[in-house]
C-alpha cells in the first residue's frame, strides 16, 4: 500500500500499524510525513473522492486532459488499480462536457462502485486489464446494458475487448498510464460512434512520465518521447 499518501500526495511514506485519522480503526496504515495515517479502505476513498471532485469541477471535453489532471493531483501511484475507476470517470466527465445531458454525479457513483471491484494487477493475473473494463463499464453506464440486455450487451464487451487486442499487440510489462490512454482513445472513440459524442482527443498525446517508471518500454510505447 505505500508508495503515495493519498491526502497530500507526499511520496514519503511508510507502513505501521496503529489507528486511522479517518474512521478511527486499528488497521495497517500509510503515514506520511505530514502526519497523515490512512487505512487502505479511507486511502482509496480519499482518492476515489478526489477523483470524483475533479471530474465534476472539470469543464473540458477532453478525457485525456481530465485523466492528467486526476494523475498530476498526486493521489495514485504510478502503477494503481485506482486506474480502474479513473478512465471510466474522465470520459463521462468529457462526455458530459461536450455537451451530452447527463446525471455526471450519480454515473460517477456508479462507476466507482463497480470499477473498483476489478483486483490490482488483473492485467497479468488474469489477462483482463482493469483500464479496459472501465471503458466497458463507461459505455455500459451510458447505455444502461445489464447482463440480460439484447442489443448493447456486445457492444459493451467488444469495447473492452478492442482495449485488451491495442493493449496486448504493445506487449508488456505493465504501465497504468500506457493501458489508460490507449483505453481513453478507445471510449471516446466508441461513444463518438455510438452515442453521437463529441468528446476532444488528442491524436499523439505524449505520457512524459517515463522517467517514473522504472519498467517503461520506452520506444515500444506510441506514447513515449525521448
Known amino acids: 500500500m505505500a508508495g503515495v499518501c493519498s491526502m497530500c500526495g507526499s511520496g514519503s511514506v511508510t507502513e505501521s500499524e496503529g489507528i486511522c485519522t479517518v474512521c478511527g480503526k486499528e488497521s495497517k496504515l500509510t503515514v506520511c510525513d505530514s502526519g497523515h495515517r490512512l487505512c487502505r479502505s479511507c486511502s482509496d476513498n480519499v482518492v476515489f473522492g478526489e477523483i470524483r471532485r475533479i471530474c465534476m469541477d472539470s469543464v473540458s471535453s477532453d478525457p485525456y486532459e481530465i485523466f492528467r489532471t486526476i494523475v498530476d493531483s498526486g493521489r495514485m501511484r504510478m502503477h494503481d488499480f485506482r486506474h480502474h475507476v479513473a478512465v471510466g470517470s474522465a470520459l463521462l466527465a468529457a462526455h458530459r462536457n461536450a455537451g451530452t445531458n447527463i446525471d455526471l454525479g450519480s454515473m460517477l457513483d456508479e462507476l466507482c462502485k463497480r470499477a473498483r471491484q476489478v483486483p490490482p494487477g488483473s492485467c497479468g493475473l488474469m489477462g483482463n486489464c482493469g483500464a479496459a473494463v472501465s471503458v466497458g463499464t463507461f459505455l455500459s453506464i451510458l447505455s444502461g446494458t445489464t447482463p440480460y440486455s439484447e442489443d448493447t450487451w456486445g457492444d459493451v464487451n467488444l469495447a473492452t475487448a478492442q482495449c485488451l487486442v ?46 517514473s517508471n522504472k519498467e517503461c518500454i520506452r520506444e515500444r510505447c506510441p506514447f513515449y518521447r525521448s
Request: glycine share 14%; hydrophobic share 35%.
Open 166 to 211: 491495442r493493449m496486448g499487440i504493445i506487449g508488456g510489462p505493465r504501465c497504468c498510464k500506457r493501458n489508460s490512454i490507449i483505453a481513453i482513445q478507445v471510449g471516446a472513440s466508441i461513444a463518438r460512434d455510438k452515442f453521437g459524442s463529441e468528446m476532444d482527443v488528442p491524436d499523439d498525446p505524449v505520457c512524459g512520465l517515463s522517467d
